[in-house]
């Protein structure tokens, strides 16, 4: 019997599919709105720079390999652009630049979901790492004790995934506030880099839903939907 293999993998279709679009909609509309320059011509490094000043927040703005990779270091208060990111004054540029001093902002503020996600980030990666030998080990020897702390490793994840929500919708809520307040981007430029943080968000919702659904399949799956034998 192949591990975890029964008809309730038929639930995960949503999830595969929303998280193909997912991945879709983030390549498109990243690649649409990398090439579209804001009138402005400020780069997201000068943005994020200029936003973090009228704010009175100290963080450093420093440049990342890679694509993608730009994240704000609460441990070390420092905001990580990438390559495309920094130098460039295009409207994903300046969207995802906001949307990370929006992460620096949720962290000087004391944002509950923020402080509670940085909390489970040990549990979730401990989790993750151990949730599937054990359920593996459980399942194949009958074990129901491992199984089951394979159940809670992997509600841990499910947890921070879920946790990861409101602390995503709340940066990309705040990133277009503050392009607006600067005014760094016209109306309708706003409207544009608003895609690309959707787009964004909702590889989070399908991760999310992925998670979810797969916690459904190991707590009910093989009830709701018996092998046959
Ligand atoms: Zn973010």
């Keep these: 019997m192949p591990f975890w293999v029964d008809w309730s993998i ?25 090439r579209v320059p804001a009138r402005s ?18 963080v ?6 890679g694509v993608l990779t730009d994240h704000y270091d609460p441990g070390s208060q420092v905001l990580r652009l990438s390559e495309p990111v920094y130098n460039s004054s295009s409207l994903a540029a300046l969207g995802v ?3 990370e001093v929006g992460h620096a902002l949720q962290h000087e503020e004391g944002y509950f979901p923020l402080n509670f996600r940085n909390r489970l980030v040990p549990v979730a990666n401990f989790g993750s790492w151990l949730a ?3 359920l593996f080990i459980g399942l194949f020897t009958g074990i129901t004790t491992m199984v089951k702390f394979g ?14 929500l409101p602390v995503e919708f709340n940066a990309s809520h705040r990133a277009i506030i503050l392009l607006t307040e600067g005014g760094y981007l016209t ?16 590889s989070y919702v399908a991760a999310v839903l992925m998670g979810f659904l797969n916690l459904l399949r190991l707590l009910f799956g093989s009830r709701v939907f018996p092998r046959r034998r």
């Design 10 to 34: 038929i639930l995960l279709i949503p999830a595969i599919l929303l998280s193909l679009y997912a991945q879709y909609k983030v390549k498109t509309t990243f690649s649409k709105y990398t």
């Design 97 to 99: 630049a906001a949307h």
């Design 132 to 134: 599937f030998p054990l």
């Design 60 to 65: 450093e703005v420093e440049r990342i390999a």
């Design 187 to 202: 109306q309708e430029e706003l409207g544009l880099a608003q895609q690309v943080l959707k787009a964004a968000a909702l």
């Design 41 to 58: 011509r400020l780069a997201g490094a000068v943005v994020a720079r200029d936003i973090l000043k009228r704010k009175g927040i100290t």
């Design 151 to 164: 159940a809670f490793a992997f509600i841990a994840v499910v947890l921070f995934q879920v946790v990861t």
